[in-house]
């Protein structure tokens, strides 16, 4: 099972989307996965909140 991300580098790709970067150009500039970028902004919109989801049951 990964990890999730650091609350740093999720801060990091949120600023960079905010500073005008695609989501998916954030993504590749800090290596992590499109899709982990998209959830991650998802989130965000949703809660505006960057901390990971619950993992597991």
Not at 25 to 48: C, E, I, N, Y
Request: net charge positive; glycine share 8%; charged share 20%.
């Amino acid at each position: 099972m990964a990890l999730p991300l650091s609350q740093d580098l999720r801060a990091r790709i949120v600023r960079a989307v905010s500073e005008g970067s695609s989501i998916r150009q954030a993504a590749a500039r800090f290596d992590v996965s499109p899709s982990s970028a998209v959830k991650l902004m998802q989130r965000v919109r949703a809660t505006g909140s960057t901390a990971p989801a619950k993992i597991g049951g």
